[in-house]
């Protein structure tokens, strides 16, 4: 690591807000439901100096963004003229916010100022976020994470060979049929379609009980499965623990952490062999250093969900970093698109985390 790079001085002047609903390239079909279009909220803090810093959320839902754009609002409110210190500045939130709580569209607010605000301070400074931080551009070792919902098996298998275009050595499968013959059947239509040495993530997206976890986890141990992703209620750590204590495939947990603290929870409970947690729900940018920071203390490897344009930079500086989850949902929206080479996510060296919105393209999908 390099010593982190300051930024010159920055001051908030202003925030919007743009929601967008993008058309997904492959459809996300979970056991929670099959979603087409990428709900995202576009997020800009202009300052006072001239620079512009960008992030954006993941929404789950369109009116959310209505909820979520309102909250930033606020924060615009509470920052206008303060100088940009992600992490003063989220002490400051978090005092304002303490009586209605840091959790849901609060957090989901202030996470996104935060990564706006570190992607300011990098253009600012005229380097890519990675260097800010006092890393290097490299390539990320990604999964391809955009397709492979609930479908028929041959469906699977014909989206598993198109997922593999640019080189992908890794895919994440999205199991919780009704039965564990149709999960298994999910599986092997998809491993006889893709080589050998690819590997292949499988999430539940917390659709079972604790006891059909056991046993379909137990089938899972013979194929050869890279991790078993949130099969249960993904604040049952206790349950958790107990699949990771009995079964060789490795537990995978994180994108539900709430801030670093849900997080150092999990792993007092041994709950999971894997964390992966997500830029929005961890805090942001100033978020995702406790939780490297934790993971490195506890020896756990540590992947990205989601937000691939900013977790490339962010896992680069990461001591225990796994996997970046590779999703092409802010594609259609910005200039230059994050680049797959040979399975890899490219960090460019571009200022910030590389994201400049097409306006024209923002303006087409326009909620």
């Known amino acids: 690591m390099l010593q982190p790079i300051k930024a010159p001085p920055l001051t908030v002047r202003a925030i919007a807000a743009t929601g967008v609903a993008i058309p997904m390239t492959f459809a996300l079909g979970t056991s929670r439901g099959r979603i087409t279009k990428a709900p995202l909220?576009?997020?800009?803090?202009?300052?006072?100096?001239?620079?512009?810093?960008?992030?954006?959320?993941?929404?789950?839902?369109?009116?959310?963004?209505?909820?979520?754009?309102?909250?930033?609002?606020?924060?615009e409110a509470q920052t206008q003229g303060a100088?940009?210190?992600p992490a003063e500045l989220g002490r400051k939130l978090s005092e304002r916010f303490a009586l209605i709580g840091v959790q849901g569209i609060v957090r989901m607010a202030m996470a996104g100022f935060d990564i706006a605000c570190w992607d300011a301070l990098a253009v600012a400074a005229a380097v890519p976020l990675v260097r800010l931080m006092g890393g290097e551009p490299r390539r990320i070792p990604a999964y391809n994470s955009c397709g492979l919902g609930l479908m028929p098996p041959d469906a699977l298998a014909d989206e598993a060979e198109k997922l593999l275009e640019r080189g992908f050595r890794a895919l994440k499968l999205r199991l919780g049929y009704p039965t564990l013959a149709e999960d298994m059947a999910a599986v092997h239509a998809v491993k006889q379609r893709i080589p050998k040495d690819v590997a292949l993530m499988v999430d539940y997206n917390q659709a079972l009980s604790a006891d059909e976890a056991m046993v379909r986890g137990r089938a899972l141990d013979s194929e050869n499965i890279a991790w078993l992703e949130e099969p249960i209620r993904h604040d049952?750590?206790?349950?958790?623990?107990?699949?990771?204590?009995?079964?060789?495939?490795?537990?995978?947990?994180?994108?539900?952490?709430?801030?670093?603290a849900g997080m150092q929870a999990a792993l007092d409970a041994k709950a999971c062999d894997l964390v992966m947690p997500d830029l929005e729900r961890i805090g942001g940018v100033t978020g995702w250093q406790g939780a490297a920071a934790l993971a490195s203390a506890r020896g756990i490897r540590m992947s990205s969900h989601l937000y691939p344009e900013a977790s490339a930079h962010l896992l680069a500086v990461t001591p225990t970093a796994h996997y970046l989850e590779y999703v092409d949902w802010l594609d259609k929206v910005v200039e230059e698109p994050l680049q797959i080479v040979d399975g890899e996510a490219v960090i460019p060296d571009r200022p910030g985390t590389g994201i400049v919105w097409d306006s024209k393209a923002v303006e087409r999908y326009r909620v």
Not at 41 to 70: H, N, Q
Request: charged residues 20%; hydrophobic residues 50%; without cysteine.
């Open 41 to 75: 909220l576009l997020i800009d803090v202009e300052t006072a100096e001239g620079v512009t810093g960008r992030g954006y959320l993941w929404s789950y839902f369109p009116r959310a963004m209505t909820a979520i754009a309102e909250i930033l609002r606020e924060i």
């Open 83 to 85: 100088r940009i210190e």
């Open 236 to 260: 049952d750590y206790a349950g958790a623990a107990a699949l990771a204590r009995a079964l060789t495939v490795p537990v995978q947990i994180g994108e539900n952490f709430s801030l670093v």
